[in-house]
């Protein structure tokens, strides 16, 4: 029960950051989107702040864990990659919003904050890094930097574009091919 409360309590966050930026909302506004009291609100966030650090911090540990499913299959690196793609796209057609909710709230990003978004990005390209090595190992991908190549994959990823791309999409497994398309015919050893 405690569980579904905090799910509540992020969904109308997110939805309400998402439409609005940080300091055009309210913990009552989050409590009543999420239909409990504000002292169970308080309960499971201390601040409005906690709550937003919540919210990005459990989004870049979500793929993390994602990632290093994908890393820890059996399969190619081919594989791997398609999957990645696949993985990240369907979480954001899924919850779209979170693209705006950064997009909207940018500034509140201090250092401190910052610095662990970045960690955990960091992270993130890490886990990567090895799905591109396996595939520089079996000769598929370009005998290049495998961080830079993950780098660049995660940033076509998570674009603000990402949200036009896929938004109001009709057929996200073509969105998922394109982009698959696109990423490999620039990092794979083949000739196109």
């Known amino acids: ?17 998402a439409e609005n930026n940080y300091h055009g909302v309210s913990m009552t506004e989050i409590a009543e989107g999420a239909e409990i009291s504000k002292g ?9 702040k906690e709550l937003f650090r919540e919210i990005a911090f459990s989004g870049m540990d979500h793929f993390n864990r994602l990632f290093t499913e994908i890393v820890n299959k059996e399969g190619t690196s081919k594989e791997k990659i398609k999957n990645l793609i696949e993985c ?12 705006d909710v950064f997009r909207n709230n940018i500034e509140l ?14 992270q993130n390209i890490g886990v990567v890094t ?49 982009i698959y398309d696109f990423l490999m015919n620039g990092i794979s050893r083949e000739e196109h």
């Open 1 to 17: 029960m405690a569980q579904d409360t905090k799910t509540r309590i992020l969904t109308s966050a997110v939805e309400l950051f």
């Open 40 to 48: 169970t609100l308080y309960w499971h966030f201390d601040s409005k």
């Open 88 to 99: 990240v796209l369907e979480t954001l057609v899924d919850n779209l919003n979170i693209l």
């Open 109 to 122: 990003i201090n250092n401190n904050f910052k610095d662990t978004l970045e960690l955990k990005h960091q």
């Open 130 to 178: 090895n799905i591109i090595e396996q595939g520089i190992a079996e000769g598929f991908i370009k005998d290049a930097d495998p961080n830079d190549i993950a780098t660049i994959i995660l940033t076509v990823l998570f674009t603000p574009q990402t949200k036009k791309l896929l938004d109001g999409a009709e057929n996200v497994d073509q969105k998922i091919d394109f």
